[in-house]
């Protein structure tokens, strides 16, 4: 019998320590961390069944919502955008999906497969849509569900979204609102606004892990579902049967991610003892030294500042310097992962993340040092210590001092 041969014995895993400052996942919260060694349960034991329904309540305070079909898929934000998109469409249905940036055009990928008649506006990369725009496609195609981005990740855009919610209801339709990066970072409420059906992740203004995603049916959504003529066309992702696992049934459908979901409790616990607005404000401030930063810097931002996005800000490379060079030296140098562009933004632009944990002032000024020297060395020509100097002005205006 031929045997694989064994490598030679691993040490023990050890990573560098790195500050997440990109697009996701962000630096996941200590505590997340402790409760994340917690030895495993089972997923069917009582105590597991308890952190499920404390896990829904506590997702049902950050969405704002009241609706019972609350829960966490197993799996990345992805799929959360999969599981919206195929349980509320059947095939042959009409689509109208909202493309301003690389996870729009996934939208209108997942909706094309699950068999809709997709028709699709546009925005250039960096803007974000009008609700009267909206307003004309919808009169064009009487469309059953449209789907939009609340924060786009790609470009840094921060979408209006209650008006839409509104006059897609007025045509008769249902609103899908992929919140994965808004979800903890900037406000949102579900049931004030209306939203049909929405969607997010744990490794982005939670400071969790990648892992799960969770979402949010109300009862129009919740109708179309159960008034479906045909089967979901994805069976893990099926929320007939996932409701019957998270309701009191407890009808087996797979084995539950434990540790994410000891991760997710305590992320959301983490999320309560703060308070959503002094987390919003929270973002609300370190986007703003930020951005005050990168301005004494002279780099300029993707999205103008009416809908500039406090969590993530995409910011555009200048002209003479290497997109590549300047991650790699952050990474290398300083442990700071930063994002790169994507689409039309690859190698245009870097996006820098403030999310969840990663949303205080160390992180800002460590940053703004970092990309200050690697500019310099690379001889773009910058004023030393304006950028800090800046941030620290717009922490003061805000009453704050730049230590952690
Ligand atoms: C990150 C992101 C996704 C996809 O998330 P994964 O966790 O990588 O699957 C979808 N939509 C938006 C807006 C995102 O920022």
Redesign the pocket.
């Known amino acids: 019998m031929s045997l694989v041969p064994p490598p030679p014995t691993p040490s023990s895993l050890s990573l560098s320590p790195r500050w997440l400052l990109g ?2 996942p962000s630096e996941v919260h200590p505590r997340v961390l402790a409760a994340m060694g917690r030895p495993l349960v089972g997923h069917l034991d009582p105590e597991f069944l308890t952190l499920m329904d404390e896990i829904q309540d506590l997702l049902r305070y950050v969405f704002q919502t009241a609706n019972r079909l609350t829960l966490a898929i197993p799996g ?3 799929a959360g ?1 999969e599981t919206v998109l195929v349980n509320l469409i059947e095939p042959g249905d009409r689509v109208l999906v909202c493309i301003n940036g690389f ?1 729009g055009a996934r939208m209108q990928d997942i909706a094309e497969r699950a068999g809709a008649q997709v028709t699709v506006i546009e925005r250039p990369y960096g803007e974000v849509f009008d609700p009267d725009e909206v307003r004309a496609a919808l009169s064009r195609m009487g469309p059953k569900v449209v789907a939009i ?1 609340h ?3 790609s470009t840094g855009a921060w979408q209006p979204i209650e008006e839409i919610a509104r006059i897609v209801h007025e045509a008769g339709g249902l609103i899908a609102l ?1 919140a ?2 808004s979800l903890g970072a900037i406000p949102i409420e579900i049931d004030a606004w209306e939203i049909d059906a929405v969607y997010s ?1 744990t ?2 203004g939670l400071s969790c892990p ?1 892992g799960l995603a969770p979402i949010s049916l109300g009862p129009r959504a919740v109708e179309v579902l159960n008034r479906r003529k045909t089967k979901v066309r994805s069976w893990y992702l099926d929320l007939t049967m996932l409701q019957r696992y998270w309701g009191s049934e407890r009808f087996y459908h797979h084995t539950a991610p434990i540790s994410l979901h000891y991760a997710l409790r305590e992320g959301l616990a983490v999320v309560v003892e703060e308070g959503l607005e002094a987390r919003f404000d929270r973002h609300a401030r370190n986007g703003r030294a930020l951005h005050a930063g990168l301005a004494a810097m002279d780099l300029s931002l993707v999205t103008d500042p009416n809908h500039r996005l406090p969590q993530l800000t995409c910011v555009r490379i200048p002209p003479g310097i290497d997109d590549l060079t300047v991650r790699r030296r952050l990474l290398q140098d300083w442990g700071i992962e930063i994002g790169g562009g994507l689409g039309p933004l690859k190698g245009q632009a870097w996006r820098i993340g403030l999310m969840g944990y990663g949303a205080r002032p160390s992180s800002v000024t460590l940053l703004l040092a970092a990309l200050e020297t690697c500019l310099r060395d690379l001889g773009y020509p910058l004023e030393p210590g304006a950028a800090i100097q800046a941030a620290s002005a717009a922490y003061a205006e805000a009453g704050e001092s730049v230590m952690p």
Do not use: I, L, R
Request: glycine share 12%; no cysteine; net charge negative.
């Open positions: 697009p996701g990345t934000s992805m955008m996870f981005v924060a786009e990740t992929d994965v990066t992740g490794q982005k990648p």
